[in-house]
Nanobody
Framework: QVHLVESGGDLVQAGESLRLSCVGSGGLFNDYAVGWFRQAPGAERMFVATITRSTGSTYYADSVKGRFTISRDNTKNAVYLQMNSLKPEDTGRYYC?????????????????WGQGTQVTVSS
């Protein structure tokens, strides 16, 4: 079982950047596909980005393509989400999710483990 801890959330202005981190413990993190999800108040948890465990291939929601970059450093048991050109609609709590069996985590049902999330607020 892997334990996930997110960090890096903050209050920023539109156009600024943030880097979120997700650190895993309790297992070999490189055995897991990892994804980032965002949940706004009163809304469903939505897919943002995912990275595979084998090739490190990446996939993004259309709304963040070209602005966000997901990456992983297996030596540090970490996955990162670099968020550039932030928009108010990027506001929400960002969750890291891991899957031991799937090659990606692109929807909520594919996740085996979740972190507690980190809050990102983008003001206009």
């Amino acid at each position: 079982q892997v334990h996930l801890v997110e960090s890096g959330g903050d209050l920023v202005q539109a156009g600024e950047s943030l880097r979120l981190s997700c650190v895993g413990s309790g297992g070999l993190f490189n055995d897991y596909a990892v994804g980032w999800f965002r949940q706004a108040p009163g809304a469903e948890r939505m897919f943002v980005a995912t990275i595979t465990r084998s090739t490190g291939s990446t996939y993004y929601a259309d709304s963040v393509k070209g602005r966000f970059t997901i990456s992983r450093d297996n030596t540090k048991n970490a996955v990162y989400l670099q968020m550039n050109s932030l928009k108010p609609e990027d506001t929400g709590r960002y969750y890291c999710a891991a899957s031991m069996w799937g090659n990606v985590v692109s929807n909520v049902g594919e996740a085996d483990y979740w972190g507690q999330g980190t809050q990102v607020t983008v003001s206009s």
